[in-house]
């Protein structure tokens, strides 16, 4: 009897205790935590892991533990409720809603600036919230549920996230793989900038140029897959995989592992990263970097394994004008393009490369 109740005060404990993470400010003034935890469950080689029903609530609840008070989610991980319940669960017990910031984000089906409030109150009645912190658009480019293109200028969902902002549905509002001159566009058009972007950043792809962007406009950074495709047995063209030898050798030094260098890695570097897991144990050890510092000379030798690989080129959309990455040849392309037609979306453009000079102009011009 003693003993359990000697266990259970030290998990309240642990709930009731502040975050691990030092705070970040953002550019509207609000403060997160510099980690989050991730809730995409991926995919295996069969398609989208489905979830089974509490693996998520139960990291969730892990990670509060852990110290954690930052959870990235998103609408088509089908697991805001998983997420809520466990976000509830411990906000009611430790009175901990103004530590946590919870971040879902906009699915690309929801792209007209009219679907963007209604796609936010289904995330937050599946979050069962009032409000989330950071509410982001997930992907710059729309497409319908049936498969096909959504032309929606990204700046027109950017003005529905506004519009989700106003109505205090939100604090605050950012982006997802957006790249620099869809962030200058925003700019352009004198709208809200964003608080954050989040971005692919890992030590395969350190994007130093968006980098210096975002800390030149204050707008926050926040990494996802954190490991890269370091880990992924089914990756052999991963530049660099987690028993490099560089690597084992900087973590034996700071007496941690390799997955910790490269979330302090992150971190030093001015990334939120957003490692997903969910084992108890890995959820507690990602956390655990805040108590070291890297060298310079050991950021520099990290600095050096950017080679600019991309773990979610999401290559499948490359032939939407807002597909936001480089291009790569010969990937089928899978969408038939639709043009929305409804009164809040009239802005439409004509196909184009992002990555040719003269489209990259157009978008720039295009008046909304
Ligand atoms: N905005 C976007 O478009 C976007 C795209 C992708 C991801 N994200 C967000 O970013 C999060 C993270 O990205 P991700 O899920 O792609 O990849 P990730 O966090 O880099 O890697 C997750 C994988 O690493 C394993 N893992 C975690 N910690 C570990 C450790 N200490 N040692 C060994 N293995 C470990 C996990 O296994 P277990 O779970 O089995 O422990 C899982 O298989 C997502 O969950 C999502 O929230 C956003």
């Not at 989050?36 to 398609?47: E, K």
């Not at 029903?53 to 969730?60: F, K, L, R």
């Not at 409030?117 to 319908?144: C, E, I, T």
């Amino acid at each position: 009897m003693y003993i359990i109740v000697f266990i259970l005060s030290i998990i309240v404990f642990a709930y009731a205790e502040p975050g691990k993470a030092p705070l970040v400010q953002l550019n509207d003034g609000r403060t997160m935590p510099t980690i989050a935890l991730g809730t995409w469950l991926g995919n295996s080689t069969t398609g989208r892991i489905t979830p089974v029903g509490y693996e998520t609530e139960q990291a969730v609840l892990w990670a509060f533990e852990a110290g954690y008070r930052h959870i990235d989610t998103a609408w088509s991980y089908h697991v805001e409720d998983q997420v809520g319940r466990a976000v509830k669960t411990v906000v009611d017990a430790y009175n901990l809603l103004h530590e946590v910031t919870t971040t879902p984000k906009l699915w690309n089906d929801a792209h007209a600036r009219s679907a963007v409030v209604p796609a936010l109150r289904a995330s937050l009645a599946q979050l069962k919230l009032n409000y989330v912190d950071l509410y982001l658009m997930h992907w710059p480019l729309g497409q319908f549920a049936n498969g096909s293109y959504d032309y929606t200028h990204y700046l027109e969902t950017w003005r529905g996230m506004m519009d989700a902002q106003a109505l205090n549905l939100t604090r605050s509002i950012g982006v997802s793989n957006f790249n620099k001159v869809m962030l200058e566009n925003v700019r352009a058009h004198q709208l809200t900038e964003p608080a954050v972007l989040q971005i692919e950043w890992n030590i395969n792809l350190q994007q130093p140029g968006l980098l210096a962007y975002c800390r030149q406009h204050n707008i926050s950074v926040m990494g996802y897959t954190p490991f890269g495709a370091l880990m992924d047995k089914r990756r052999a063209d991963s530049p660099t995989h987690i028993d490099d030898p560089q690597l084992t050798k900087m973590a034996a030094k700071y007496g941690k592992n390799v997955q910790q260098i490269l979330l302090r890695y992150a971190v030093e570097m001015g990334v939120i990263p957003i490692p997903k897991s969910i084992t108890s144990s890995r959820i507690f050890e990602n956390i655990d970097i805040f108590d070291f510092q890297l060298e310079d000379n050991d950021k520099r030798i990290l600095r050096k394994f950017d080679r600019g690989y991309r773990t979610i080129p999401q290559l499948k959309w490359r032939d939407h004008p807002f597909y936001p990455f480089e291009k790569k040849a010969d990937y089928p392309t899978t969408s038939t393009s639709t043009v929305r037609t409804d009164a809040s979306t009239q802005q439409v453009i004509s196909k184009g490369d992002l990555n040719d000079k003269s489209a990259k102009m157009n978008f720039r011009d295009i008046k909304i």
